[in-house]
């Protein structure tokens, strides 16, 4: 086993015993994956005791407190460049966020701030996320959705387990057909995590990056209404192709279910329509001066005036203070190799694939439409 292969597994067999054993029972899984359901039971029951110490020592200090300032949150489709808008807007020293220990091990996390056990995590923690080149490290900023998983059954992130009941899943990352029950769990247990990152950034402004929030706007407005939003896009036929290799990856390591290619295919086709057309029925809702929209490219091509116009319209000030640490992070990331996925998003496939099912997102962020050209790769 690879050790992001081990580290994502773990990920999953740290959170909440009961939960584990609810969606083993609600969803099932393969036999022939008995050791990864064994290895998740084992792993959940003897952190139990890790769990209850730190609900004794800080479950009433997380109650208490408030967050000072209305979130900034990052929303767009899983890998729609969500991570690097929010690594480098985390560069400004105004904003906090949630760093990766407290997501890897939501519920015994403060426990980890101890060196020893500080030390154990970062030995075993992987140098990239494996579906991509993005580095790991333990107090950087990370998207906050597998600490809720943590929690509750109630989170897309089971999915890479549970590939087979992606509908179901997806419920909860637009909280339709949900009952009030699982509304007000999942309401509780994001309040959570964010004021618990908010204890771990001393009260800063919170940057909070996690795509499944992306269909979430009207339950976001409803906890935080004076909350600020940056949506970011990407071109489509990228985001096909890097969604589908995020899904092979993750469940390769996690899975319990069997998998095909046309399953994830279908399940990447879903998780966009659901997610991005919940994003643009809802939009609306958010105030004037409240949201800001960007598209990777234009991120890309030009970040520093781009990072100021978003800055702007948001209304949100000290962005000359940031400018030194924006352009420090980004020279870091200028050898950084991003995924070649160029002859696949030129396939004949992928084109009708993403022109039948997407053609709404292209029209909505001014993406070129591509053609196919008759041949299973073409020399575009």
């Keep these: 086993m690879k050790p992001f292969e081990f580290a994502a597994l773990m990920s999953f067999a740290i959170g909440s015993f009961v939960t584990r054993v609810q969606l ?56 729609s460049g969500t991570t690097f808008l929010h690594q480098l807007m985390a560069q400004d020293p105004q904003f906090g966020f ?29 140098a990239n996320r494996g579906f991509d080149n ?12 597998l600490a809720v998983a943590d929690r509750l ?4 992130f089971h999915y890479f387990c549970f590939p087979k009941n992606a509908k179901d899943l997806l419920r909860f990352t637009t909280m339709d057909n949900v009952t009030q029950k699982q509304y007000t769990s999942v309401k509780n247990a994001y309040d959570t995590v964010l004021r618990k990152a908010s204890v771990f950034s001393k009260g800063k402004t919170l940057l909070v990056k996690n795509p499944a929030n992306t269909g979430r706007v009207p339950l976001l407005l409803e906890m935080y209404p004076n909350a600020k939003f940056i949506h970011i896009s990407r071109n489509p036929y990228r985001v096909f192709c890097s969604t589908y290799h995020q899904h092979v990856v993750m469940t390769q390591a996690c899975s319990l279910q069997a998998t095909t290619k046309q399953l994830l295919y279908d399940n990447v086709i879903l998780f966009f329509k659901t997610v991005t057309e919940r994003y643009l029925r809802t939009k609306s809702q958010i105030p ?4 800001t929209e960007i598209r990777f490219e234009d991120l890309m091509n030009d970040p520093v005036n781009q990072m100021k116009r978003m800055y702007g319209e948001l209304g949100l000030t000290g962005f000359d203070k940031a400018l030194p640490h924006f352009d420090e992070y980004l020279k870091k990331q200028a050898a950084y190799q991003q995924n070649d996925f160029k002859g696949r998003q030129d396939s004949d496939e992928i084109i009708n694939l993403v022109n039948d099912n997407w053609r709404f997102a292209f029209d909505e962020w001014d993406y070129e439409v591509k053609a196919p050209c008759g041949n299973a790769q073409c020399d575009r």
């Design 24 to 79: 083993l029972w609600s969803y099932g899984f393969e036999l022939r994956w008995w050791w990864r359901v064994a290895l998740l039971i084992l792993v959940s029951f003897v952190t139990i005791p890790l769990r209850m110490i730190e609900r004794m020592v800080s479950c009433k200090r997380i109650k208490r407190e408030e967050l000072r300032n209305p979130p900034v949150f990052i929303l767009g489709h899983w890998r």
């Design 98 to 126: 949630v760093p990766s220990y407290q997501v890897f091990a939501s519920r015994f996390s403060e426990l980890l701030e101890i060196p020893f056990f500080m030390a154990c995590t970062k030995s075993v923690m992987p």
């Design 134 to 145: 993005v580095e790991l490290h333990s107090d950087e900023p990370q998207e906050e959705e």
């Design 153 to 156: 059954p109630y989170s897309i």
């Design 288 to 291: 004037e001066g409240h949201l």
